[in-house]
């Protein structure tokens, strides 16, 4: 079975330009999170969605990033303007709405770098 | 304070030792309670729950203390294998879960 589709894997930019990651969760799955990990501030929630609902936006560092989830396959996440403080691996994660509350299912992550 | 802190070590053992990890937690609401694992340039992966009465998978036992709010997980018999960070997390309900940093551990031949 497909885990979680992540993509890009790897981008670098420039700051300023509007960058966009995007995310497809597993298949059933009924919660999808945004994550975003540094080596200063570990694994930050940023979002999270249930049935493609935003539940809690609080973790969005500012009105920069923002998030969708059209549908129950697709979520995306963007950045704009992009700054270098931006620069972090971002991990989409998704859950089934049965089971074990904390087993999540991460993506590779798409590692981002502004410059 | 930070609601899930962990020391980040490193703790570096050689194989065979026994190591353990302690985290503690700030919300006294939280309800649930993991152990993850992280590779080196990976995504975290579920290693174990943690249960009220503790619990051990293997070489692995987790064991939670609500009245002074920390988890541990300790490690029996350490493999090169299990080199990697352990992430504890807390959760306030189903789906607010929150990472601590991470503990780095390698172990050594």
């Known amino acids: 079975d497909a885990g979680v589709i992540q993509s890009p894997r790897h981008e670098v930019t420039e700051m300023g330009q509007e960058v966009t990651l995007r995310c497809k969760p597993i298949?059933?799955?009924?919660?999808l999170f945004w994550y975003r990990q540094t080596m200063m501030r570990g694994l930050e929630l940023l979002i999270y969605?249930?049935?493609?609902?935003?539940?809690?936006d609080s973790g969005m560092p500012e009105d920069r990033f923002s998030a969708k989830m059209p549908n129950a396959s697709f979520s995306t996440l963007k950045i704009q303007p992009s700054e270098p403080r931006d620069s972090a691996v971002y991990f989409c994660?998704?859950?089934?709405?049965?089971?074990?509350?904390?087993?999540?299912?991460f993506g590779e992550g798409s590692r981002l770098t502004v410059l | 304070r930070k609601e899930v802190e962990q020391d980040p070590g490193p703790f570096n053992v050689p194989e065979g030792a026994t190591v353990a990890f302690n985290c503690t937690y700030s919300n006294s609401a939280s309800q649930s309670f993991f152990w993850y694992r992280q590779d080196c340039r990976k995504e975290p992966k579920l290693l174990m729950s943690v249960y009220s009465s503790g619990n051990e998978d293997g070489r692995f036992t987790a064991q939670l203390n609500r009245a002074s709010q920390y988890i541990s997980l300790l490690i029996r018999d350490s493999k090169l294998s299990d080199s990697a960070t352990y992430l504890c997390?807390?959760?306030?309900?189903?789906?607010?879960?929150?990472f601590g940093a991470g503990t780095r551990l390698t172990v050594k031949p």
């Open positions: 994660a998704s859950r089934p709405g049965t089971g074990e509350a904390g087993e999540l299912f």
């Open positions: 997390v807390v959760t306030k309900g189903t789906n607010d879960m929150r």
């Open positions: 298949s059933g799955h009924n919660s």
């Open positions: 969605f249930n049935n493609n609902v935003p539940i809690d």
